[in-house]
């Protein structure tokens, strides 16, 4: 069926002697779509070679950060002259200051914020932040939306929507799961509920207010007016999870294209230029609870490290330049114009749906507008599909539960090899 990839093969026998399923990630296993995990050799604009010499065209991007393109020279030559003045410090450095006053040109909500070290980091930390600043324990997120492994937000709806969450994950304690409550995305009159329920003891929502760990889901506007409502009514504080839609869905990310201003936000992948960065900021008076001004503790020793500042502010400084994410979000567009015109042509059951540079194909026969609808989509199809997919020469997330991302260099060439891919994989998936 698919390509032989023995050299990818016999890696992963060997990294499945030393870690856990051979991987650093468990997406990255291939258990959703079968097949082997691709080992990869290196990458170069829009493309991946793996360790066989298979050649692809990528659309996982690092899932996200690659948004230039792989291995951009002026990404590389400031890491390595960074690399040359020492790689980390551990004391304050005017490159984290010009990178957060470069972060505040794209996210002007963002009058304060920390450096950290992943996606994982910042959510995390935005969460205590909440949580001391409101003295409430109690959070709200919703189903399908992933925000790190941080054990607060690994916790899935309990029996009820209003009730106790349940841990998503062994070692996540059941008494620190109940004050995660979860609920449908989307579902504005859900949130009222719980919220007049028990809005006196709810710090915060959570959220991707357009998602990618579910596929691309678009918010409605009675959800977004719910969520400026429990703000006003509650007080609870509203947070966007923009680690994959910061300068993905937007420039500005998810708040400047939903025109919403969160009262934090968390930031990762982009930021970092391809390095390990998250970002969490927002209001100046909540902030102003982060110590060493406030009570609420959070530290990182490579925090605003050097090497990760250095491709952070390069990167961001080109995708500031005149017209660049539209261009790169117009290529989007084409490949997503592509993909509906061979699902209409094979009247295949599949909606593809998209926010910026970043798109999903759903093998579903109606929008998908919530994690149920996520779930009801042909996964087995999708398996098929991927492996297809790799063979074509094209390099999908290996999920049907994440999303696509588009770069700068992702040409005319590129956008026709990935519709042509496509046609052929929705003919030869089909059942
Ligand atoms: P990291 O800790 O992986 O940097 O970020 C966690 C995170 C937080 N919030 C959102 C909205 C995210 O999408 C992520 C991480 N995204 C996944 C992709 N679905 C990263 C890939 C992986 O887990 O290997």
Known sequence: MGLS??????????????????????????RAVGGTPLFIAEAKGAYLTDVDGQRYVDLVGTWGPAILGHARQEVVSAICDAAQRGTSFGAPTEAEVTMA?????????????????????????????????????????????????VDS?????????????????A????????????????????LRRLFAEKGEQLSCVILEAIT??????????????????????????????????????????????????????????????????????????LMSHISPLGLVYQAGTLSGNPLATAAGITTLNILKQPDFFEAIEATTASIEQGWNAAIKEGQHKAVVQRAGTMITLFFSDKPVMNFDDAQACDHERFGRFHQIMLREGVYLPPSGYEACFVSAMHGQAEIDHIVNAAKIALAESAK
């Open 5 to 30: 990839h023995p050299k990818s093969q016999a890696l992963l026998e060997r990294a499945r002697q030393v870690m856990p399923g051979g991987v650093n990630s468990p997406v990255r296993a291939f």
């Open 212 to 285: 990618g760990n579910m596929g691309v889901i678009l918010p409605t506007p009675d959800f977004l007016s719910a969520l400026e409502e429990v703000r006003e009514r509650y007080g609870a504080l509203i947070i966007f999870d923009e680690v994959m839609t910061g300068f993905r869905a937007h420039r500005g990310g998810a708040q400047a294209y939903l025109d919403f201003k969160p009262d934090l936000t968390c930031l990762g992948k982009v930021v970092g230029g391809g390095l390990p960065v998250g970002v969490y900021g927002g209001r100046a008076d």
């Open 171 to 190: 070692g996540v304690p059941a008494d620190l799961a109940q004050h995660t409550l979860t609920l449908p995305f989307n579902d504005g009159e859900g």
């Open 101 to 149: 006053e470069v972060v505040q040109d794209f996210f002007p909500s963002i009058e304060m914020m920390r450096m950290v070290s992943s996606g994982t980091e910042a959510t995390m930390s935005a969460i205590r932040l909440a949580r001391g600043a409101t003295k409430r324990d109690g959070i709200v997120k919703f189903e399908g939306c992933y925000h790190g492994h």
């Open 153 to 169: 937000l690994l916790v899935k709806a309990g029996s009820g929507a209003a009730s106790f969450g349940e841990p998503d994950s």
